[in-house]
C-alpha cells in the first residue's frame, strides 16, 4: 500500500512538471521571432562552414619556415655522415622524421617527389641491409638537396638574435660574448 502511494505520488509530480505553466512568457530582450532567430543562425552557421577552408594549416611556405625546416633537420641529416660511413643502419633509421621532415618542410612541392624518391631509395637500402647502396643513396640525397654540416666560428659574431630563433639551444647558435 506504501509503495502505490509513492508510486502515484511520483506520477503526480512528473505531470506537473510537464503542465504547461499558467504564467506568459518573458519576452526576450533581442526583439526577433523563432523565424528570424533561425534565419540568423542558419547565416552564422554557412559562414563558420566556410571558414575551415581559409584557415587549413597544411604548412606555410614562406622562406623563413623553410630555412628554419632547412636549418634544423638538415643538420641532423648531415650529422649522419660518420653513421652511414661506418655502415650503422640503425643510426640513420632513427632519423627517419629528420628525412620526412625536411622533405615536407625545407623543400618547394616541385622538389618534394625527387626527395621522397631519393629518401625511399635510403630506406631500402638499410632494409636490405647494403651499405654500399646506403652511401650512395645518402651522397645522392645531400647532394641534390644542398646538404652540408655548418661549422660555426665562435670568434666571428652572433649565430642567433632571439630565443625564438631555430639556432638557439643548437651547435650552430652560439653567442660571442667578450
Known sequence: MKLSVAIVAAFA???SAFAPAPAERASTSLGMDRRAAAGQIAA???????LPNLAVADGARSSATQARARGLYGQRIAALESAVNSGDFGAVAAEKNAFILFNSGALVKSQQ???????????????????????????AYKSANDIAVVVVDRESGQGYSTDSDYKA?????TIYIR
Not at 626527395?115 to 647494403?130: E, Y
Not at 639551444?169 to 647558435?173: D, K, Q, V
Open 13 to 15: 509530480a512528473s505531470a
Open 44 to 50: 552564422g552557421a554557412a559562414v563558420l562552414a566556410g
Open 113 to 139: 617527389s625527387a626527395a621522397v624518391k631519393q629518401t625511399n631509395d635510403i630506406f631500402a637500402a638499410i632494409r636490405a641491409k647494403d651499405s654500399g647502396a646506403l652511401k650512395s643513396a645518402y651522397n
Open 169 to 173: 639551444r643548437s651547435p650552430t647558435g
